[in-house]
């Protein structure tokens, strides 16, 4: 799926940010633990691969917890990588990144210098609550909606710390067409940016596979259709979506699945897992390769 989301000011940021990644000591990822394959951004990785990194899996509470242990070994295989799972609304997660930020760059206090720490991620996962938790007051603006941050910011915390504090950016271009879904269904795309019918169909399909007895439970059913449509209009009905003429009102009733979904109400899911996503990373290569060899044919005819 296409994401046409790309504000001018994700695009501004993400030229600051490769200007003064030089002069950062470590960069804080805050990724959605619901997805957090489909919520790095892939211009970080390249950016500041030789850099300590702390991955923030954002939004823990919302998220399965046995996917969550799964990511946060695949990510720690790297050497250079801490993870912390936290909801953000915790006190002593904040001071859990205080020690781990101290713990990867060592030193540098006692010869009076800051650790300039970059905060990033996309937008809506959180960064300017967890700005405030680690300050211990409130420094950066919050807000349900994506796109708060607007500018690069330097903030001074007390333990020999400078957080730069980012907008939440995302990229022009999203390979995995289903790391566009699982962005639209998590809010971190404006909802005006595509149609939620769609987001819906995806979301419905992947829990129906996925997480059955969550879907029972919620929504008090006996048994589930086999089809996302057919499972849309079902709660529809039972919800009195219903249009002129008896008809499931198919906007309505997916706009309270998504916002069932990003509420926690449905309980604890994640959209992805390293299993899942490594089996899609080997389908957009080979779909790369064969995009190349067709352009190699067409300009060798030419």
């Known amino acids: 799926m296409a994401i046409n989301w790309y504000p001018g000011h994700m695009h501004k940021a993400n030229k600051e940010m490769t200007k003064v990644l030089p002069e950062v000591d470590l960069v804080i990822e805050l990724l959605d633990c619901r997805l957090p394959y ?28 046995a996917i969550t242990a799964q990511w946060q070994t695949h990510f720690e295989t790297a050497a250079s990588t801490k993870t912390l799972a936290t909801s953000l609304d915790q006190p002593d997660k904040a001071q859990k990144l205080i020690q781990l930020i101290h713990k990867l760059v060592p030193g540098r206090p006692k010869t009076g210098a800051n650790i300039l720490a970059m905060i990033t991620g996309i937008p809506n996962v959180g960064k300017s609550t967890l700005i405030n938790a680690a300050a211990g007051r409130k420094v950066a603006k919050t807000g349900n909606e994506p796109a708060i941050t607007k500018g690069l910011q330097k903030i001074r915390l007390n333990e020999g710390i400078v957080f730069l504090d980012t907008p939440g950016i995302l990229w022009p271009k ?15 795309i404006k909802d005006t940016a595509m149609e939620v019918e769609d987001v819906a169909m995806y979301l419905s399909d992947y829990l129906l596979g996925r997480y059955p007895e969550l879907l029972i439970e919620r929504y008090e059913l006996s048994s589930l259709p086999a089809t996302d449509i057919a499972f849309l209009e079902l709660i529809g009905a039972k919800r009195g979506c219903l249009r002129n003429g008896g008809r499931v009102d198919m906007e309505k009733v997916s706009s309270i699945l998504v916002n069932e979904f990003r509420g926690g109400i449905l309980g604890c899911i994640s959209l992805e897992t390293p299993d899942m996503v490594a089996k899609e990373e080997v389908i957009i290569a080979q779909k790369r390769r064969e995009k190349a060899e067709r352009e190699a044919l067409l300009t060798a005819k030419k």
Not at 174 to 188: F, K, T
């Open 174 to 188: 999203i390979h995995n067409e289903n790391s566009g879904y699982r962005l639209a269904a998590s809010g971190a």
């Open 38 to 65: 489909s919520s790095q951004n892939p211009a970080i990785a390249r950016l500041a691969k030789n850099k300590p990194c702390i991955k923030i899996l954002s939004k823990s509470d919302l998220a399965d917890p």
